[in-house]
């Protein structure tokens, strides 16, 4: 009996034609979420993602060839407003908790209106006005500061919502799974853009042309298909609440939190890789003739990241099943970066100078992307569950300054990326009013391999310190599920 064909009353019980007559659902008590529900949750987790991947994969190449921003002051720029964008996400995510809300309505207010302003502001970001390098640094920096504010509780309450979308850890995997699949897919989308760019010239249009063309498909576009998450609905009874907490109170409960800081951390060390984006690497250094063919690098960084990302992408579909083969997703995590660090030795010593190398590569590395399928689904399922052991160990529920941390973690390793990027191509020379290969500096075209290949490495290795300390025990994981429920039957009977 599935639960998207029936209306449900408030004991979980199906109503039928006949109104004397029900039947009752487990799933319906036990937090089952319907597979309409989890769709809808996420498509709206895609929309997102497809604007956050353009302005996090794409701002900086904007700034530097389409701007013409000198890279330096790109990461400058980019990095410090991020700094600042993360150290304010704790401060929205405990107004979200702080804030008193009906049962079931806790995030669900800030999902369906808030997407809106985020798409104007994205597709704002890549607009090229024609102002001098000073202005188009000040209009850059205002608007993305200003998405950033806006985004912010948009991106607390979605990712909030995946631990109050059902009680139970294993129901919440499954929807994690699901939630990186479809947000594999927006990934996968916005991976057009370097083949799309690859074609330019063919198509007779420009780089700013594209670029507002992609503001708008996937920073705008996206944002409406995030207003999708609104169907999603609030299962947790919130025993644990945060309304007459003090913020510092919260920031206390939140660093007690073992499992998160660990997972934070990780995600910071991780970001240490001494590396560049892929386009410089791909539109300055590659080059291949294929019978009288000239493939440019952006054409071979789209089919690069294709035939790696391949295997990734059917795993995703058994993401749960992985971890347990792997003993937990702490495993997961850590299997991911070792491997990492392995083969992309291995892959820097087979070279690139041809296109056999390159395939090579490819096929290399997509085998990463099988324990990394897994890898976002454990660490978000992970980040749910230590909310509920917060829950019990103090009684108290802090969805959104989780979720703002996970949020922060994000803006934080993004401006550590955005400095070292732009830190190391100032260091090579780099000039982004040159075209084609062969007209950069002779340490730019040295250093690009061992920081394209070997970078990330570095992160992967430095990750692994924080991650050993990750706790994921099945036993006790089920025995915070079971007192809980038994907290909540009894809070509500007091209620009652």
Not at 284 to 307: D, K
Not at 352 to 360: D, E, G, N, R, S
Not at 367 to 374: E, G, H, K, M, R
Request: proline share 3%.
């Amino acid at each position: 009996m599935k639960n998207r064909k029936y209306e449900f009353d408030d004991e979980g019980r199906i109503k039928t034609k006949n109104p004397f007559v029900y039947f009752t659902d487990k799933h319906a008590k036990e937090g089952y979420v319907p597979n309409r529900e989890m769709t809808a949750f996420s498509v709206g987790l895609a929309g997102q993602n497809l604007t956050y991947n353009l302005v996090n994969g794409w701002l900086f190449y904007f700034c530097t060839n389409i701007l013409h921003i000198s890279s330096l002051n790109v990461g400058i720029i980019t990095s410090v407003s991020r700094v600042w964008d993360g150290i304010n996400d704790p401060l929205v995510g405990s107004l979200v908790d702080r804030r008193k809300a009906a049962p079931g309505q806790k995030l669900h207010p800030f999902l369906g209106k808030l997407p809106i302003v985020v798409g104007i502001l994205s597709l704002l970001m890549f607009v090229d006005f024609g102002f001098s390098e000073t202005l188009s640094m000040a209009f850059v920096l205002c608007v993305y500061l200003a998405w950033d504010m806006v985004y912010s509780f948009q991106d607390v309450a979605l990712w909030g919502t995946l631990s109050l979308i059902s009680p139970i850890s294993k129901e919440r995997s499954r929807v994690a799974q699901w939630l990186n699949i479809f947000i594999s897919a927006a990934t996968g989308l916005v991976g057009l853009i370097p083949l799309i760019l690859g074609a330019r010239e063919a198509m007779g249009v420009s780089e700013k042309t594209l670029f507002f063309i992609f503001g708008l498909i996937f920073g705008f576009g996206g944002e409406l298909l995030s207003i999708f998450a609104v169907k999603t609905k609030e299962r947790v009874i919130l025993s644990g609440k945060t309304e007459n907490v003090s913020i510092i109170e919260n920031f206390k409960i939140l660093f007690s939190n073992r499992n998160l800081l660990c997972l934070i951390f990780a995600q910071i060390f991780g970001s240490l890789s001494i590396t560049v984006p892929w386009i410089y690497f791909f539109k300055y250094c590659v080059s291949y003739n294929i019978g009288g063919f000239e493939m440019n690098g952006e054409t071979v960084q789209f089919w690069y990241g294709a035939i790696s990302s391949v295997p990734g992408a059917f795993a995703m579909f058994f993401a749960v099943k992985i971890a347990n083969k792997f003993g937990g997703r702490k495993n997961v995590l850590i299997i991911t970066q070792l491997a990492t660090v392995a083969i992309r030795i291995i892959a820097y010593f087979i070279g690139y100078k041809t296109l056999p190398q390159m395939i090579a590569v490819a096929v290399l590395m997509s085998l990463i992307t099988i324990p990394s399928s897994a890898t976002n689904m454990s660490l978000r399922s992970l980040i749910a569950d230590s909310i509920d052991y917060m829950e019990w160990k103090t009684g108290k529920r802090t969805e959104g300054l989780v979720s703002s941390m996970q949020n922060f973690t994000a803006k934080i390793t993004a401006a550590i990326q955005l400095f070292i990027n732009g830190l190391v191509l100032e260091l090579l020379h780099f000039d982004g009013s040159i075209e084609g290969i062969g007209g950069q500096s002779q340490a730019f075209y040295d250093w690009q391999w061992p920081l394209f290949i070997l970078g990330p490495a570095i992160g992967a290795f430095l990750y692994l310190i924080p991650a050993f300390f990750i706790k994921d025990s099945k036993e006790e994981r089920e025995r915070i599920e079971r007192e809980l429920k038994e907290r909540r039957a009894s809070d509500t009977s007091a209620a009652d």
